[in-house]
């Protein structure tokens, strides 16, 4: 897959440069989302409130947007869906020849679960919800106050990360599911340190969820995971 980024400029390359720069953007205007869209994809307001984004047969659901800027929620929803589709910067080439398992890691400020799907993507619509735990990592450190603005990780969180980034295989689409919204989500701060130091796997997040953790098990992550992939 080519590197569609590279042939954009005007008011279409500054949008995707404000979606893919870090520290997150917090002042990207929908208006100039909708436009870029537009011209690259489709975009529809669904009678939920909900958006349909598409883009290079690839589609995404974002939330409402209730204010004139893109949340950090919708944004990196955006970004899953750009890199996928070869609109990144420095997107990767994508689709591995053979089809693999999907892969879903279910993470908090306490722990991680690698968690794979039975069988291939291929056979997601008519496969239960079965798979097993490949790796549960525990989050050692102790915070002082809230971290919910921070940009960075502390040294700590990259550690953590890093043990779960070596967990992930090198094929079959990703689902991310967290707890919380913006920077209280470790989802999220998973992204950013997958977007630094393993691209690969960073182009192959099909989405992120937002789930109440402590109150689902294993079956059920692997159940919403199958559907987010569906």
């Not at 960075?152 to 707890?179: K, W």
């Amino acid at each position: 897959m080519t590197n569609a980024y590279a042939a954009t400029t005007g008011q279409n390359r500054r949008t995707l440069e404000a979606i893919f720069r870090h520290p997150v953007a917090h002042n990207l205007a929908w208006r100039d989302v909708v436009a870029l869209l537009t011209g690259i994809g489709d975009i529809d307001h669904r009678h939920s409130g909900e958006y349909s984004l598409h883009a290079g047969g690839e589609h995404i659901r974002i939330d409402r947007q209730h204010d004139k800027d893109v949340t950090t929620d919708n944004l990196i929803k955006l970004r899953h869906l750009l890199t996928r589709t070869g609109w990144a910067p420095d997107a990767p080439p994508l689709h591995p020849a053979h089809p693999s398992p999907a892969t879903i890691i279910v993470i908090d400020h306490v722990d991680a679960k690698v968690l794979t799907l039975a069988g291939s993507e291929d056979d997601l619509p008519s496969t239960s919800a079965q798979g097993e735990e490949l790796h549960h990592f525990v989050h050692h450190i102790k915070r002082i106050g809230s971290d919910r603005d921070r940009e960075e990780t502390f040294p700590g969180d990259t550690e953590f990360f890093s043990r779960v980034a070596d967990a992930i295989g090198h094929q079959g689409r990703i689902v991310l599911i967290g707890h919380g919204k913006g920077q209280s989500n470790e989802a999220h701060h998973l992204c950013n340190y997958l977007q630094a130091h393993n691209k690969d796997a960073y182009a192959r997040i099909a989405t992120t969820l937002v789930a109440d953790l402590s109150h689902m098990t294993t079956a059920e992550l692997l159940q919403l995971g199958r559907k987010a992939l569906m």
